[in-house]
């Protein structure tokens, strides 16, 4: 059974552009989300989602950030215009139900140069 | 809201030293609690966790004990290898059960 899978592993982009992180979860799960963590850190939650439905986005940015999780796919996290200051390792944790272990994809590394 | 606060880093050992990395947390509730551990340039593995007063996770010879009286869940091993070299992340399950919440984490160095 494959793990949480999450691409690219490292995204540089320039001030300005938009970065798309993409997240597969676990086979049979179908709830998702996204921490970040930045630098000397540990991780910040951001967002919930189910299929289809944003459940608590309480820890998402109010402007430039959104994320889906749609009925086909994967879960999809998206930064428009970064900053330098959105560089940071962003995780994916996937889990079959609610209130269930979450389990942690390997991340993906963005650099905004 | 909720909180937690693990002891500072770096933590340096010798091979086959006892460890110790604190943990502490604030919550509403009585929340799950996890200790998390990352590898160099990988994602967060779970090593071990307690959902209930008094409960005692173990994985891997490290223990954790969830102390309510003390709100603490301190990661303990009696003998540490190189091999444990890594960051570990103390962290508790909010209200709604749907969202960690980590503490800063602590990086363990193990010199041989």
């Known amino acids: 059974n494959a793990g949480v899978m999450q691409n690219p592993r490292h995204l540089v982009r320039r001030r300005g552009q938009e970065a798309r992180l993409r997240c597969s979860p676990m086979k049979g799960h179908s709830h998702v989300y996204w921490y970040r963590q930045l630098p000397e850190e540990g991780l910040k939650f951001m967002v919930y989602l189910q299929k289809e439905n944003i459940i608590d986005e309480s820890g998402m940015p109010k402007e430039r950030f959104s994320a889906e999780f749609p009925k086909e796919g994967p879960s999809i996290l998206r930064i428009q215009q970064v900053v330098r200051g959105d560089s940071a390792a962003y995780f994916c944790?996937?889990?079959?139900?609610?209130?269930?272990?979450?389990?942690f994809g390997p991340g993906t590394r963005l650099t905004v140069t | 809201g909720d909180s937690v606060t693990q002891m500072e880093g770096p933590v340096t050992l010798s091979e086959e030293a006892f460890l110790t990395i604190n943990c502490t947390y604030t919550a509403t509730g009585y929340p799950s609690l996890f200790w998390y551990v990352q590898y160099p340039g990988e994602g967060l593995q779970l090593l071990l966790k307690a959902t209930k007063a008094d409960d005692k996770g173990s994985n891997k010879g490290f223990e954790a004990t969830y102390r309510k009286e003390t709100t603490s869940f301190h990661l303990e091993k009696g003998s540490v290898q190189v091999s444990d070299s890594a960051v570990y992340f103390c962290a508790l399950s909010d209200r709604s059960g749907n969202k960690l919440v980590f503490g800063a984490g602590t990086i363990l160095r193990v010199k041989s």
């Open positions: 944790a996937s889990s079959p139900s609610e209130s269930y272990e979450q389990y």
